[in-house]
């Protein structure tokens, strides 16, 4: 399929996990793609962008042009670290919504955020899930086509377990291990995002998604032991004691304090499972990173779906048909 005739997507966040797998994903189904980044280098497959954009989300004044010519933003961006510096609400809120303002200056059309399972729940305890979902909220309002999604997790988390496994022997559970979720692949997320630019019914929705299989946190650490090959040394450590940290963190490592308040709101809450997608199976990831590949070769190496390399589902005429129709509805003055 020609790119011309498909919607033209910036894709901010794309040097991550998430965003690198639905960039990966759109470059493959022949969307026309503008990669915004610090480090082109840090890019999957630079080469195969239409374009890259260098800029920084958290300071408005370098993104001037980034949203010129494009039809849909899907943003990922955001921050999961122990560092100090630069912090959720730098990042998380403010630099996404730079891109919500830029992308409204534009007049982009669809605007894709990525928040988190549970959000209104969550927000109520960890600034994570309140900064993202005061950004949904946002892209709500912006007069804009949106696609919230929130997914339950991936499986760069759940390699957490892994590597726990890997490099400890043992795995240590936010209480008993008993909450159940349901994984997403970075690269199934690419394609139902790729299904969502062209399929006028997910617009303006939000979506709680999920991977194919569901696990207790238990049964992935199992999983993770299994695929070493070890036998499985799995502790529990109680929510209150993540709360007591998460409170000593505070005035030190606010970042630090926010992830506490994540991990513990997952140890409370006894399912966060989401609409299932997608077909690849955390089992075969964790076998790929038991010999030694990254996190992204290790997904790379799932095998691939028989329509991987076209837009997924029967309405795919359809609706690239309906796109080219509107385009040119607006371009004679009809809408």
Known sequence: MNHRDLPRVLVAGGTGYIGGGVLEVLQQQGFWVRALCRAPHRLREPSRCGDIFEGHATRPETLKGLCQGIDVVF????TRSFSRKPTIWEVDYQGNLNLLEAAKR?????????????????ARLSPIAEAREKVAQAVKESGMDYTIFAPTGFFNDMAEFFFAAQKRGAIRLFGEGLGRINPLSALDFGEEVARTILASKWRNAVREVGGCETFTHRQIAELAFQALDKEPHIYSLSPWVI????????????NAYALFKFFEFIARTPDVTGEVLGWRRLEDFFANLAQGMSLVEAEQALCPSPNSNQPQDSTTLETVLSW?????????GCV
Do not use: D
Not at 75 to 78: A, K, T, V
Not at 106 to 122: N, P, Q, Y
Not at 324 to 332: G, M, N, P, T, Y
């Open 243 to 254: 709360s007591l940290g998460a409170t000593l963190l505070r005035p030190f490592n606010y």
């Open 75 to 78: 943003s990922s961006l955001g």
């Open 324 to 332: 080219q129709a509107l385009k040119l509805s607006v371009e004679i």
């Open 106 to 122: 534009e007049g982009v059309k669809h605007f894709i955020f990525v928040s988190v399972v549970r959000g209104s729940e969550m």
